[in-house]
């Protein structure tokens, strides 16, 4: 009896480390429910663009400009009515969709912003619960959905916010750990992940695995690890926040891999190699990150390309190509870092689609445009670099 016992708390102790540790989960791809898409419409925009850009982000298919002036303009994809303009037409030029707004992210087919009194407002896919609000309904419009937050970072099916007191809250997309809550279990409503944190000062996400930066750039990570983006020596996905990494200022994390900025200006990297993504000058993976670049001082992460600024203001690049990302004029994939653009002062890297602003003020555009992310007018791709112009 002795010995069945304790056989039967073996089997308990393992089952324990394997729910703390993940098994790696299968993930879904474009969401199933996808309702029918409606024909691409061409919009005026009468928002002057001139000097005015303050940041960009992209989601897989669509992408967002945030102007100085605290208008958030959208144009791509919108599916899942992931605009917020209330119906599913896709848009290929920019629109303003909402004001008042001091950040902006995007998910795959959601977005979500923070508006300067705190407030946080949601649109798009809602499957899984990411916009948290306590249900799987797809919101059509900008709605409120939660308060007191200062920083926020969408993945592919889940959210993640910094709130004022330093709190972390969660919800939406769950099965590799993503949310750091201890389990695997997807959250329809915002849940408090973690509250030791007082000196969090920012998040970010990848399509699946997330991070939390703190005070000193102490790095958190949690969620899917398969390739090892999480950057902590091994391949095993975790449900728990666990320090990654140290002297940490801004993370970039693609759909597999992960891009790290460290306060020295080195770049750092960790994750899925498939497409030379990670810039090593081979095609293998790596589970702890390793220095590839100097002098860097912005970063973006496609779905399998990546992005590097550097303090001349020379943009690199390295990965897939096969969407003509590079804007270098052919379609070939790269394992090592090439000059695609100089004069380049931001950078914003969609799934596969990349946006930059010149020094001039200019906003130029390349690769995948099938759903008018590109905001050129039309739905044709591109492998050189065009203006997007208003």
Same mark, same amino acid.
């Given at each position: 009896?002795?010995?069945?016992?304790?056989?039967?708390?073996?089997?308990?102790?393992?089952?324990?480390?394997?729910?703390?540790?993940?098994?790696?989960?299968?993930?879904?791809?474009?969401?199933?429910?996808?309702?029918?898409?409606?024909?691409?419409?061409?919009?005026?925009?009468?928002?002057?663009?001139?000097?005015?850009?303050?940041?960009?982000?992209?989601?897989?298919?669509?992408?967002?400009?945030?102007?100085?002036?605290?208008?958030?303009?959208?144009?791509?994809?919108?599916?899942?009515?992931?605009?917020?303009?209330?119906?599913?037409?896709?848009?290929?030029?920019?629109?303003?969709?909402?004001?008042?707004?001091?950040?902006?992210?995007?998910?795959?087919?959601?977005?979500?912003?923070?508006?300067?009194?705190?407030?946080?407002?949601?649109?798009?896919?809602?499957?899984?619960?990411?916009?948290?609000?306590?249900?799987?309904?797809?919101?059509?419009?900008?709605?409120?959905?939660?308060?007191?937050?200062?920083?926020?970072?969408?993945?592919?099916?889940?959210?993640?916010?910094?709130?004022?007191?330093?709190?972390?809250?969660?919800?939406?997309?769950?099965?590799?750990?993503?949310?750091?809550?201890?389990?695997?279990?997807?959250?329809?409503?915002?849940?408090?992940?973690?509250?030791?944190?007082?000196?969090?000062?920012?998040?970010?996400?990848?399509?699946?695995?997330?991070?939390?930066?703190?005070?000193?750039?102490?790095?958190?990570?949690? =969620?899917?690890?398969?390739?090892?983006?999480?950057?902590?020596?091994?391949?095993?996905?975790?449900?728990?926040?666990?320090?990654?990494?140290?002297?940490?200022?801004?993370?970039?994390?693609?759909?597999?891999?992960?891009?790290?900025?460290?306060?020295?200006?080195?770049?750092?990297?960790?994750?899925?190699?498939?497409?030379?993504?990670?810039?090593?000058?081979?095609?293998?993976?790596?589970?702890?990150?390793?220095?590839?670049?100097?002098?860097?001082?912005?970063?973006?992460?496609?779905?399998?390309?990546?992005?590097?600024?550097?303090?001349?203001?020379?943009?690199?690049?390295? =990965?897939?190509?096969?969407?003509?990302?590079?804007?270098?004029?052919?379609?070939?994939?790269?394992?090592?870092?090439?000059?695609?653009?100089?004069?380049?002062?931001?950078?914003?890297?969609?799934?596969?689609?990349?946006?930059?602003?010149?020094?001039?003020?200019?906003?130029?555009?390349? =690769?995948?445009?099938?759903?008018?992310?590109?905001?050129?007018?039309?739905?044709?791709?591109?492998?050189?670099?065009?203006?997007?112009?208003?």
């Amino acid at each position: 009896m002795k010995k069945y016992l304790i056989i039967l708390l073996i089997i308990i102790i393992i089952s324990f480390a394997c729910s703390k540790k993940g098994k790696n989960p299968a993930l879904p791809g474009t969401p199933t429910e996808t309702p029918t898409i409606t024909p691409t419409l061409t919009f005026t925009n009468t928002v002057n663009l001139s000097n005015n850009v303050g940041s960009i982000e992209c989601g897989d298919y669509h992408t967002s400009l945030l102007t100085k002036d605290e208008k958030l303009l959208m144009t791509g994809s919108n599916w899942f009515y992931q605009l917020g303009l209330n119906d599913n037409y896709d848009r290929n030029k920019l629109i303003q969709v909402i004001d008042n707004v001091k950040e902006a992210e995007c998910g795959g087919f959601h977005n979500l912003v923070v508006k300067k009194d705190g407030t946080l407002w949601g649109t798009g896919h809602n499957g899984y619960g990411q916009l948290g609000t306590g249900d799987a309904n797809t919101i059509t419009v900008w709605t409120q959905v939660l308060t007191d937050v200062n920083k926020v970072t969408a993945g592919n099916r889940h959210s993640i916010v910094l709130k004022n007191d330093g709190t972390i809250w969660a919800t939406g997309f769950n099965t590799a750990g993503q949310l750091g809550t201890g389990d695997f279990n997807d959250r329809r409503q915002w849940y408090q992940v973690l509250t030791y944190v007082a000196d969090a000062i920012d998040v970010f996400s990848g399509d699946y695995h997330s991070f939390v930066l703190r005070t000193g750039g102490i790095l958190l990570a949690t =969620g899917y690890n398969y390739y090892g983006q999480l950057g902590k020596g091994d391949n095993y996905s975790i449900n728990e926040w666990t320090p990654v990494c140290n002297n940490v200022s801004k993370v970039a994390a693609g759909e597999f891999h992960t891009l790290v900025l460290k306060t020295d200006n080195t770049l750092w990297v960790a994750g899925r190699n498939n497409y030379g993504q990670l810039g090593t000058a081979d095609n293998n993976d790596l589970n702890t990150f390793a220095q590839v670049l100097t002098g860097v001082i912005e970063i973006a992460a496609g779905a399998s390309h990546s992005l590097a600024l550097l303090s001349n203001n020379i943009l690199m690049a390295t =990965g897939c190509n096969e969407k003509g990302q590079f804007g270098n004029g052919n379609y070939n994939n790269s394992n090592t870092w090439i000059q695609v653009a100089t004069g380049i002062q931001k950078i914003a890297a969609g799934k596969e689609h990349s946006i930059i602003l010149k020094l001039d003020g200019n906003l130029w555009a390349t =690769g995948n445009n099938d759903y008018g992310q590109l905001g050129r007018g039309n739905t044709i791709s591109t492998n050189t670099w065009v203006k997007i112009s208003n």
